[in-house]
DNA sequence: ATGGTAGACCTTCTA
């Protein structure tokens, strides 16, 4: 995070977003920017940790009932989730995820991601029974389909693209939400995320792995979702690209 | 061909 603090506030800047989720911003609480995002007009929520991990929310609006850490699991202590309400004139509630990548198949970490998935599961239905505008945001680690990678057989074996890792994804999307970039017609399987590693960038061997999961209420007033793909190519990038979701005011 | 890069950090881990 700090060491990309000044191509994310260029993209804040370009991007003027009203909400925004970091994920893996790798500090603690105390070393976290805030004051930076502030200075551009955001409330600011962290939920830190030290080398790994790390989630943020930013609002212009006042963030209120702030829930950090995914429950479910006492003695999970990977910051991976942070929620809050953004109290605007029309209200929604907004998650920031970091989902466990969960390589290598087979070992803890692989566990762990399903049972990540099963406790996020568990909170999603928590928040749809709520009938609220509801966002859940971030890197979930998944390819959902085959289309949303460049490669299928290359990831055959990867923990992104195993049939539980999809299944779960699909049974947290079926309780009733709506993959926001899926929605909106034009390109729904672009990619968000492109390796450093082997010009996986300059090969267009992207993934799409960032998402925005809506509630029936905030679908509504869904208008446009698009990765912000270009900033890839710019200076300093992150691996990951911003996924920008527009909402309305009003119902479509 | 199991490669390659990046970040935070205790010189290795995670991705």
Known sequence: MNARLETVLGWFRDANPDVACLQEIKCVNEKFPADAFEALGYNVAVHGQKTYNGVALLSKWPLEDVLKGLPGEEEDEQARYLEA???APSPIRVATIYLPNGN???AEKFAYKLRWMARLRQRAATLLALEERVALCGDYNVIPEPEDCDDPESWRGDALFQPETRAAFRAIKWLGFTDAQAAVGRDPHAYTFWDY???????DHGIRIDHILLSPQAADRLVDCEPHRSVRGGEKPSDHVPVVATLSDCPA
Do not use: F
Not at 197 to 203: K, S
């Open 85 to 87: 309400l953004v109290s």
């Open 104 to 106: 290598p198949v087979g």
């Open 197 to 203: 590693q082997a010009g996986a960038w300059q090969r």
